[in-house]
């Protein structure tokens, strides 16, 4: 069966993904208003019956004097992986991007290679040996993707040995899921670690509150967010990106983004932002004080959203991007730590490939990348 593709509504790309059990929060229309310094553009496949069986959405980047583009597809698109002949699904994306003036093209599969359950993990960093999860035998293989990452070099897309060719992976590829399908909430908290429980019970006897948020209250969170960007070294967002993903986002569906707070004594002192597509919820931003630490906020809010994500439904709850080190004086793996107290599993997904359509801008974006 042929597919054609073209532009869609943003009408017709939501009415697609609400027939999914789920896409990600980066392949819904609504993204691309959150991401005003990109031009966005919802693509859809169509069968031969005229029906749309797969939908994307691109975000083009200007090189600077150029009216060429890099074309990027987070987590996405949305079609068919498993597809023996992914290329009449790719083929007619490209030729469209390149229309559009496309100089290269990212995107990244929203595929699951391999699952690492919390007690191999634990396991693996209380042996020493295994510096890294992908060194450590996972507890689940998904074969097909195998076959995906073949049939894509095949077709001249391009991967690093590392997780990304050229300027590598933006999205990360390694993240942290809790499982809530066919579980009640008793079952979750049980698979919390005993230091998770005890700093969730020690939080509710000191008398911390957790609070869902809304618009009005990003600046309290932006606060607590600015102190958390100083301490751990990184830059931070202003507060006009969160008004503005707040409004794009719960214009589009009222629940797709939630803000919660934890507050003691009338103090804020941790916030989160929560993000919902179907039966799919994410932990996005989290922000925190050092005021106060010991009544353990940061445990409280989490188990909050999670029940808040098991009454709306959800079937996974995503704690996003961890490291894959496991080495305990690199400075990132206290994330990989705190999370893995969920009980839950560590998943690599497929990765983000890229596709040269002119290889010497490609590789000039490439070597700016790499400088940078």
Request: proline share 5%; aromatic share 12%; glycine share 8%.
């Amino acid at each position: 069966m042929s597919l054609r593709l073209r532009t869609i509504s943003r009408e017709e790309h939501l009415a697609f993904v609400r027939t999914l059990p789920s896409a990600s929060h980066m392949q819904v229309p609504s993204w691309g208003d959150v991401k005003a310094e990109w031009r966005s553009e919802s693509i859809g496949w169509f069968d031969d019956r005229g029906a749309v069986v797969g939908a994307g959405l691109v975000l083009y980047r200007q090189i600077p004097k150029l009216k060429r583009y890099l074309a990027y597809l987070p987590e996405g698109p949305v079609i068919d992986w498993f597809d023996p002949n992914l290329d009449r699904w790719l083929q007619p994306m490209l030729d469209h991007l390149k229309s559009q003036g496309a100089f290269t093209v990212k995107m990244g599969p929203p595929v699951i290679i391999r699952r690492w359950q919390a007690e191999t993990i634990k396991s693996a960093i209380a042996g020493k040996e295994a510096k890294r999860l992908r060194d450590v035998e996972a507890d689940w293989y998904e074969p097909r993707a195998i076959d995906t990452a073949d049939r894509l070099r095949r077709m001249g897309w391009q991967q690093g040995e590392d997780g990304g060719a050229g300027f590598g992976d933006v999205q990360p590829r390694y993240v942290y899921q809790v499982p809530l399908a066919n579980r009640s909430l008793d079952d979750v908290l049980k698979g919390f670690n005993q230091l998770w429980r005890r700093n969730i019970k020690k939080a509710e006897k000191a008398g911390v509150e957790i609070v869902q948020g809304g618009y009005d209250d990003l600046p309290v969170f932006h606060q607590l967010y600015l102190e958390t960007a100083e301490r751990d070294h990184f830059i931070p967002r202003p507060l006009s990106y969160f008004q503005r993903q707040w409004k794009a986002l719960t214009s589009e569906d009222p629940n797709r983004m939630r803000l919660y707070l934890a507050y003691h004594e009338g103090d804020a002192l941790a916030g989160t932002t929560m993000i919902t597509v179907g039966e799919h919820v994410w932990y996005s931003y989290g922000a925190s004080t050092v005021h106060k630490r010991e009544v353990q906020p940061n445990n409280a809010i989490q188990w909050r959203m999670l029940r808040d994500a098991y009454a709306l439904g959800a079937t996974v709850y995503d704690l996003r991007g961890i490291s894959d080190t496991l080495d305990e004086d690199d400075h990132l793996f206290g994330l990989i730590r705190f999370k893995v107290g969920t009980g839950g599993q560590a998943a690599e997904y497929l990765g983000e490939w890229d596709f040269p359509l002119n290889k010497l801008l490609h590789k000039a974006l490439d070597m700016y990348m790499n400088r940078r």
